[in-house]
């Protein structure tokens, strides 16, 4: 028999109906990967580092290179300075990244805030680190938190609150004025903000905040983020966490232990692709805009309602004027019927009934692509 810890959840939601979508040849807006190329330096940088034999484990916590290039970017993006030699660990994925900062912040019977919907990892990395977590409603059709409910989520036992911000699978940029009230609530109850940033350069409006840059926040968050969005990368699995010396120490002993390392060629590569200059990620966001135009007219006129994603590249669409099926029978329609693949709403929530009306739409894809699967959308009015 498995162990209970494992029963506790699912398998995941979004890499089954990947299965489901390819069985029926559907167009996949399900999983949130690119299906357009990497960057063709990084790829090089790559098959250089492999002939060049960077082959072997990197340092547990991060080949220093890279490193280097993380510490760069948060002093040239952000005025943040980062210390590469005791506050950045090199993870494979923000996936691990997270789960191992749970594992070495989080004890059990803490309590960690977590806003609903979610990205679906962040409730099983709690019960892996046997936390509770504690869940906050981001309501429609903006997506915004109820300030008061919030606050009065924070008890004694509360550890950390999770921050996705531009947020999966809302598409919600968070304000100041919201991480404003979260880094006061962080000051008071001293807990720690765990910031999951991995679309922080996919941006349709506002600019991307670090929370670690707020007054005392510093040594309360740990800011994670990583490559696989920024550089369509998403299975090279390089991500990382930057915390104060003392905790990336416990950090670094709970990653070596799960993974021992990031890989190493890959990693000399993700230094390469953190080089690029501007123009990069400003070609990267308008790329992602017009993608958005695309998906967001043909929903419009399929009938479905959503608030416009400000960043991530995700819609989460209400099908309510179009059936009456719950979240998962939906989605099964529109894959095998339609031809397009979503996730069901319900799969960003624990809270039993919550999200049965929304499914979301992934729009990491080519041009040609979300046009193909608009097509078909466009064909929804007559068939219902
Ligand atoms: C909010 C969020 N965090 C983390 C990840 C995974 O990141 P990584 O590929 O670095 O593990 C995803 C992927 O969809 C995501 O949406």
Not at 147 to 161: C, G, M, Y
Not at 188 to 208: C, F, L, Q, S
Not at 324 to 344: H, M, Q
Request: glycine share 6%.
């Amino acid at each position: 028999m498995p162990a209970s810890r494992a029963s506790t959840f699912t398998e995941s939601v979004i890499r089954e109906m990947t299965r489901v979508a390819q069985q029926h040849g559907a167009i996949n807006l399900a999983q949130g990967f690119p299906d357009f190329p990497m960057p063709e330096p990084m790829k090089d940088a790559a098959c250089a580092a492999i002939h060049g034999d960077i082959n072997q484990y990197a340092i547990t916590w991060g080949a220093r290179e890279l490193r280097n290039a993380i510490a760069e970017k948060y002093r040239t993006w952000y005025g943040f300075p980062v210390d590469t030699e005791t506050e950045i660990t090199v993870t494979c994925g923000a996936t691990e990244a997270m789960a191992s900062v749970f594992l070495a912040l989080i004890d059990p019977g803490d309590e960690v805030i977590v806003f609903e919907p979610f990205y679906e990892n962040y409730g099983p990395d709690a019960i892996l680190a046997g936390a509770k977590p504690v869940f906050i409603p981001l309501e429609p059709p903006n997506w915004t938190f109820d300030p008061e409910r919030l606050r009065a989520a924070f008890s004694s036992r509360t550890k950390a609150i999770v921050v996705n911000t531009p947020h999966n699978p809302t598409g919600r940029v968070f304000t100041r004025e919201e991480l404003d009230l979260i880094a006061d609530l962080c000051r008071e109850n001293d807990v720690w903000a765990i910031t999951d940033e991995i679309y922080e350069h996919i941006r349709y409006a506002g600019n991307h905040h670090l929370l670690a840059t707020w007054p005392e926040m510093r040594e309360r968050t740990v800011t994670i983020s990583g490559l696989s969005k920024t550089y369509s990368c998403t299975g090279w699995r390089l991500g990382y966490a930057i915390a104060p010396a003392v905790e990336t120490t416990a950090i670094r002993k709970v990653h070596d232990f799960l993974t021992v390392g990031a890989p190493a060629p890959l990693q000399a590569a993700g230094a390469v692709g953190m080089a690029f200059p501007p123009e990069y990620y400003n070609q990267m966001a308008l790329a992602y805009r017009e993608r958005r135009e695309v998906l967001a007219s043909a929903l419009r006129a399929a009938g479905f309602s959503f608030s416009l994603p400000e960043g991530a590249y995700y819609v989460l669409a209400d099908f309510t004027a179009l059936s009456d099926r719950d979240d998962r029978e939906f989605a099964l329609w529109l894959t095998s019927e339609v031809g397009v693949a979503t996730v069901p709403g319900s799969s960003f929530h624990a809270t039993p009934g919550m999200g049965k009306r929304y499914v979301r739409f992934a729009f990491c894809k080519k041009t040609a692509t979300i046009e193909a699967a608009a097509e078909r959308l466009l064909r929804i009015p007559a068939m219902i």
